[in-house]
Structures are given as C-alpha cells and as structure tokens.
C-alpha cells in the first residue's frame, strides 16, 4: 500500500483485499516510537479493523481504525 490514499471507502476495501495475507506492520505509538511486526489482518469491521500478531512467543490481537492507516499511524508493506 504503497501510493496514497485519500479516501476511506478505498482503504477499506484495500485492508479487506489483505485480509488473510502475512504482511509487516509498522505501527506509530507517539513521540517518535515505533513498533514493526509481522502479522495479518484477521478480520475487517466497518469501522475497525484487526490485526494478529506473529511475534515470537505472543499471539495478540490488535485493533485500528481505518484512519489510522489515512494519518499513517499504521503503515503496511509487503513482507
């Protein structure tokens, strides 16, 4: 998801065409901390959407609104 996006209807059908996939996540938690993992997004609401966690040792499940991915707050590539 590489070239920007600027409307929600977009980046919802995009996380859903994903779903399933292993991809690398890299996640903005605030004053300049960032978290990069490998997962997936598990399942996609019409308001959030999930990801699962692939990290050694721990299965977590996480979610985020659509918007984070429009305020790049999550950012997913390719693994």
């Not at 959407?49 to 707050?73: A, M, V, W």
């Amino acid at each position: 998801m590489r070239e920007i996006i600027r409307h929600i209807d977009e980046v919802k059908r995009r996380v859903g065409m994903i779903k399933g996939q292993v991809m690398t996540f890299e996640i903005n938690r605030g004053r300049n901390k960032f978290v990069k993992f490998d997962g997936y997004v598990q399942d996609a609401y019409p308001a959030i959407f999930t990801i699962r966690c692939l990290s050694e040792g721990e299965d977590e499940l996480q979610s985020y609104s659509y918007n984070d991915i429009l305020t790049r707050n999550v950012k997913i590539n390719k693994k």
